[in-house]
């Protein structure tokens, strides 16, 4: 039973699903449109999930190529690999942390001003896993543990969707949506690093590209032409011998890189399907919610939400985080400390959403700077953060999103001070 409650709220496109389901009763909607609503909800999460799927594909290969040709060794966040680690040990914590912290989700959404509901399952997930390892690594146990838990996870699931709303509502002209996703504090340090440097810089949207260069106008394709620029770069890095024997299956390695690139945009043009599809059945689903369980709720979702407002800032703000992370990396090297090698999927996703916060604030340049100082910070956390994570600090990798960066340093050196 404790396994298929896991499985339902660990799965985005159920959980989701679900909530569509009961915002359509709510509203007395007829058999066939809660019916359609429903599937149609569940749908644009696997469409999404599918994207999200062709993108770290393409991308664990550019990491593999990336490794091989520049020679570094050292840890690679990855938050599916160290959940994965963990769940084998802190398996019943996590799935008791996370029920019981989307309960306390709604009744903080229900009784306070943080009227938002924290929808990205998955990430409730890593975060519910996260806590339970600091918290079993700090002493507690058993229900003590579950209700702290519970406690903090509710609490940090209604309170980084309140920080991110201001600059929601800048990108997409609305109240309607909140954003979701544990990495809000990068993405509002881009606004703000936006606001610093960007006083009359165009949006992203608006660049101008000469006429016969029009093409470019495209994100599909200047995405496909940027990504192909990077993976020939990295597979001439790596060399001919490694991609052929180890990643293409013999197919000749520029024509491979190529085709990574271009499946790379294919992966972001799913994701953008995906997210169309969401927003037009659970925004309406989501007020049969808000009127009967929590007046005035916003659904908060995970971070593609906000890439079709800003195509362009996404690929600028991927590309700008990479580049603050491999800065990042050398700095560390400098210091003789941890090596965290830049790990390509969270540059991306996170990258990409600082993109987009940094060019709300501050156009081009906000986009620009906002999303490389977004990659120093993630760069630079999980080190402080593998000390607190007791016998998971010791892995080979590490959690890669800001937010679980600061909640896991905030509360290992509270636990340190009231429990050691």
Not at 75 to 99: F, R, S
Request: glycine share 14%; net charge positive; proline share 4%.
């Amino acid at each position: 039973m404790l396994k298929l409650i896991l499985d339902i709220l660990s799965v985005p496109a159920i959980l989701v699903g679900l909530i569509a389901m009961i915002g359509l009763i709510a509203q007395k909607k007829s058999t066939s449109d809660i019916f359609k609503g429903t599937i149609k909800t569940i749908l644009g999460f696997i469409v999404l999930g599918g994207g999200a799927g062709i993108i770290v594909g393409t991308l664990n290969h550019f990491g593999a190529m990336f490794q091989a040709g520049f020679k570094v060794q050292g840890v690679v966040p990855n938050n599916e690999a160290i959940v994965a680690m963990a769940l084998k040990t802190y398996g019943t914590q996590t799935a008791l942390i996370m029920a019981f912290g989307m309960v306390v989700n709604i009744l903080i959404a229900r009784f306070t001003k943080l009227k938002y509901i924290f929808l990205t399952g998955h990430h409730t997930l890593y975060m519910a896993c996260m806590i339970g390892a600091i918290l079993v690594s700090g002493g507690l146990k058993g229900t003590a543990l579950v209700i702290t838990g519970s406690i903090l996870l509710g609490f940090v699931m209604a309170i980084f969707p309140a920080i991110a709303q201001p600059t929601m509502r800048r990108i997409t002209g609305t109240d309607e949506v909140a954003f979701g996703h544990f990495g809000t504090v990068g993405y509002v340090l881009s606004a703000w690093v936006g606001k610093l440097v960007g006083k009359n810089s165009k949006s992203t949207e608006e660049i101008d590209f000469p006429q016969g260069l029009g093409f470019l106008r495209d994100s599909s394709v200047s995405i496909s032409l940027t990504m192909g620029v990077l993976y020939i770069i990295v597979a001439i890095a790596s060399g001919e011998n490694f991609v052929e024997a180890n990643l293409s299956g013999g197919q000749n390695f520029i024509i491979f890189s190529i085709l990574q690139a271009i499946t790379f945009a294919g992966g972001v043009y799913i994701i953008l399907a995906g997210v169309r599809l969401i927003l037009a059945e659970i925004i309406p689903a989501f007020t049969g919610i808000a009127m009967k369980i929590v007046p005035n709720a916003k659904p908060a979702l995970d971070c593609p939400v906000v890439y079709p407002y800003a195509p362009n800032a996404v690929l600028i703000g991927f590309l700008s985080s990479f580049l603050g992370g491999i800065v990042g990396m050398f700095i560390l090297i400098a210091m003789n400390s941890t090596i965290i090698l830049p790990g390509v999927v969270p540059h991306f996703f996170c990258g990409a959403t600082a993109g987009v916060f940094g060019n709300a604030t501050g156009g081009k340049k906000g986009a620009f700077l906002g999303a490389f100082v977004h990659g120093l910070l993630i760069t630079f956390l999980p080190v402080l953060l593998m000390p607190t994570l007791g016998n998971l600090g010791f892995a080979n990798t590490t959690f890669s999103d800001a937010d679980f960066g600061v909640v896991g340093i905030l509360l290992g050196n509270v636990l340190r001070l009231f429990i050691h």
